[in-house]
């Protein structure tokens, strides 16, 4: 079954660093671009950024993002992470990652990372 | 703003059928495609509809989309009561980015 795994619930600090994982399976992993998705307490979704894991120094991020957060990834093990250098409270949300298929748009939903900041 | 205008909520009987709204712009629905999403309580996202008006393998046909100008619509016939959710449109803007639309909550009286 194609799927991506995402790493498990985290609870940090305001100013702490964090990095969250997927791991993808049961697909060439170089062959789809990995976007991640911000969803807050009780609201929308909000789209962050995406990566194309076959060459991962390209990225776009949406300009709410941008600079605050990094995504990379390592085709070596089909794992494509979203990090924090400086956490903060309003960081308080689910991250899902989302495989993005030419045809299908975002197809593939891992499910779903929290992330708790709070003092 | 990376949000596409959807209304907040909606709700209809079992058996009606409801549509919900999309509306965006020349850069974003004017001249891309259009994706709508299900998301149920507690749980991720899943496809509902994808290129404006294609259904995934596994979608009930009770779904459908529609496209027209800057505008788009999601349409369920027969409403069930598990169908009430969560229900996001999605396009890529030609700034180089993806848009959500705000989401519209299905409520199943």
């Known amino acids: 079954e194609v799927q991506l795994v995402q790493s498990g619930p985290d609870v940090k600090k305001p100013g702490e660093s964090l990095r969250i994982s997927c791991k993808a399976s049961?697909?060439?992993?170089?062959?789809?671009?990995i976007n991640w998705v911000r969803q807050m307490p009780g609201k929308g979704l909000e789209w962050m950024g995406r990566i194309d894991p076959s060459d991962d120094s390209y990225t776009n991020y949406s300009p709410s993002f941008q600079g605050h957060v990094t995504i990379s990834a390592d085709k070596s093990i089909s794992t494509a992470y979203l990090q924090w250098s400086s956490l903060k409270a309003s960081d308080n949300a689910i991250y899902y990652c989302?495989?993005?298929?030419?045809?299908?748009?975002?197809?593939?939903w891992g499910q779903g990372t929290k992330v708790t900041v709070s003092s | 703003q990376s949000v596409l205008a959807q209304p907040p909520s909606t709700s209809g009987t079992p058996g009606q059928r409801v549509t919900i709204s999309c509306s965006g712009t020349n850069s974003n629905i004017g001249s891309n495609h259009v994706f709508w999403y299900q998301q149920l309580p507690g749980t991720a996202p899943k496809l509902l509809i994808y290129k404006n008006n294609q259904r995934p393998s596994g979608v009930p046909d009770r779904f459908s989309g529609s496209k027209s100008g800057t505008s788009a619509s999601l349409a369920i016939n027969g409403l069930r009561s598990d169908d009430e959710a969560d229900y996001y449109c999605?396009?890529?803007?030609?700034?180089?980015?993806?848009?959500f639309g705000g989401g519209t909550k299905l409520t199943v009286l």
């Open positions: 989302v495989r993005q298929s030419p045809l299908y748009g975002f197809d593939i």
């Open positions: 999605a396009a890529w803007d030609d700034s180089l980015h993806w848009m």
């Open positions: 049961t697909y060439s992993f170089t062959l789809y671009w």
